[in-house]
């Protein structure tokens, strides 16, 4: 597999994707407006609040120079993104990976694009040396959940019958 860093890869999904463009990249400085724009489209879309996509990309490009962020995007409009942070572990000396937001547009979903965008997710994150990565969906998000569950993540402690992980969040 290619590097992650500025060039493309294609991933394959349990279906192949149809005519969608299934490439993956690394986004750059320029990109901010397009990630700006999906991630205010993606807030819209599940009613949370947005500063608009303007003030969004604004805050993307500031944060692109940081050795701990990194997007991903599909597609050539692009039609999906993940955002990546990175931070120190505790409990080794590698890197842990945050998956915060994983997106794609609702007319190109179910062509392999989560799954391409979670697969290149995953290398960036190996390549970047992180031992570890989490995230967070909604209970009602049963797609994104079902794609997670497939791609070997789980929300239980100590295995398949232990109790279920909750992830709780607060502004301050």
Do not use: W
């Amino acid at each position: 597999m290619t590097s992650p860093f500025g060039e493309l890869f294609s991933h394959s999904d349990d279906k192949p994707p149809s005519t969608a463009d299934s490439a993956v990249r690394r986004a750059g400085p320029a990109d901010a407006g397009a990630i700006g724009r999906l991630l205010h489209d993606f807030n819209e879309e599940f009613e949370e609040p947005s500063p608009g996509p303007q003030a969004v990309a604004d805050r993307v490009r500031a944060l692109m120079g940081s050795e701990d962020f990194a997007v991903l995007l599909v597609g050539s409009e692009p039609n999906g993104l993940a955002v990546l942070r990175f931070r120190p572990s505790i409990y080794s000396s590698a890197l842990e990976c945050n998956l915060a937001e994983l997106y794609v547009k609702p007319d190109h979903r179910g062509q392999g694009l989560g799954r391409a965008l979670l697969e290149a997710t995953m290398d960036l994150a190996r390549e970047r040396g992180a031992d570890f990565m989490d995230l967070g969906t909604s209970e009602d998000d049963v797609a994104a959940r079902a794609l997670y569950e497939r791609m070997g993540f789980v929300n239980r402690e100590r295995g398949p019958d232990g109790p279920v992980m909750y992830v709780y969040e607060r502004e301050l």
